[in-house]
């Protein structure tokens, strides 16, 4: 069965800095683009970026390009998501999904809230 | 940026019913058109992938069809556990862009 469990969101003041990570089973993690797609409270989902098998490619909606760092340990069977200067319209929860077909499987998604 | 539109914003229906819901791209995506599921506080559920292809496990009441800019979900009876919000997404261009979702509400 795949699983993806999001972990690491939580309250942060405007500027601060938060890292995500998303461990993942049930399936061979190293074979597939992994991508992180947001929700901003009562709204519509947002891309935010996506890596390659490998990691040697990393793409980025441009509102987080040059603050979000996306990355993953293949040998961890782990993806994660660094965002620094974080701001209001950051908060949302953030999911990790399986980039395949279209986003296959989502995780559980964990809260970030940016406020002072 | 591909922009989708949804409609209707909110379908309401009876179980049993038919429900038919719309994406449009504000230009052409191919079959790049996929659709999702979303419950409260759930995440979101890959029903139908490349327009028309029902993802693993979705039952066979959920269909998709179109291509270039005009596609619809097709749900042929509601159930009770239909009534969610759907989206659509779209994989041509990059970014890759959602809809705003069209709500499926009980009447």
Redesign the interface.
């Known amino acids: 069965e795949v699983q993806l469990v999001e972990s690491g969101g939580g309250l942060v003041q405007p500027g601060g800095s938060l890292r995500l990570s998303c461990a993942a089973s049930g399936f061979t993690f190293s074979s597939y683009w992994m991508s992180w797609v947001r929700q901003a409270p009562g709204k519509?989902?947002?891309?935010v970026a996506n890596i390659k098998q490998d990691g040697s490619e990393k793409?980025y909606?441009?509102s987080v390009k040059g603050r979000f760092t996306i990355s993953r340990d293949n040998a961890k069977n782990s993806l994660y998501l660094q965002m620094n200067s974080l701001r209001a319209e950051d908060t949302a929860v953030y999911?990790c999904a399986i980039d395949s077909?279209?986003?296959?499987?989502?995780?559980?998604?964990t809260l970030v809230t940016v406020s002072s | 940026e591909i922009v989708l539109t949804q409609s209707p914003a909110t379908l309401s229906l009876s179980p049993g019913e038919r429900a038919t819901l719309s994406c449009r791209a504000s230009q052409s995506v191919s079959s790049y058109l996929?659709w999702?599921q979303q419950k409260p506080g759930?995440?979101?559920?890959?029903l139908i992938?490349?327009a028309s292809?029902r993802?693993t496990g979705i039952p066979a009441r959920f269909s998709g069809s179109g291509s270039g800019t005009d596609f619809t979900l097709t749900i042929s009876s509601l159930e009770p556990e239909d009534f969610a919000v759907y989206?659509c997404?779209q994989?041509s261009n990059?970014?890759?862009?959602?809809?705003?979702?069209t709500k499926v509400d009980i009447k």
């Open positions: 519509g989902l947002e891309w793409y909606v441009d999911y077909w279209a986003f296959d499987y989502w995780g559980q998604g | 996929a999702y759930q995440a979101p559920r890959l992938y490349d292809n993802a989206y997404q994989r990059w970014p890759p862009t959602f809809g705003p979702g």
